[in-house]
């Protein structure tokens, strides 16, 4: 059963950095493209970055340039290191496997940049 659990969120001042995780588990994660997602309030679910198996790596154009994504497949993780942060990247984040059947979403961790 693929299980996907975020964490490093919480509450930082603009300009601040957090670095998020994602820990996986029930599927080859080298073998998958991983991407992550986030859903600020009252909004839908937007792509954030996608990183392949080659460790190729796409941004969203709002964050580009500020944002990091990696990868450590030895330890099952995934990370988004997010520097600048701006009120507008408060949002419930998520990671999310590519090509993987997945029954649920993570829980996601809330990030919040004041204004």
């Known amino acids: 059963q693929v299980q996907l659990a975020e964490s490093g969120g919480g509450l930082v001042q603009p300009g601040g950095s957090l670095r998020l995780s994602c820990a996986v588990s029930?599927?080859?994660?080298?073998?998958?493209?991983m991407r992550w997602y986030r859903q600020p309030p009252g909004k839908q679910r937007e792509f954030v970055a996608r990183?392949?198996?080659?460790?190729?790596?796409y941004y969203a154009d709002s964050v580009k340039g500020r944002f990091t994504i990696s990868r450590d497949n030895a330890k099952h993780m995934l990370y988004l290191q997010m520097e600048s942060l701006k009120p507008e990247d408060t949002a419930v984040y998520y990671c999310?496997?590519?090509?993987?059947?997945?029954?649920?979403w993570g829980q996601g961790t809330q990030v919040t940049v004041p204004t």
């Open positions: 999310f496997p590519e090509g993987v059947v997945v029954d649920a």
């Open positions: 029930g599927f080859a994660n080298s073998s998958h493209g």
């Open positions: 990183i392949t198996t080659d460790g190729s790596t």
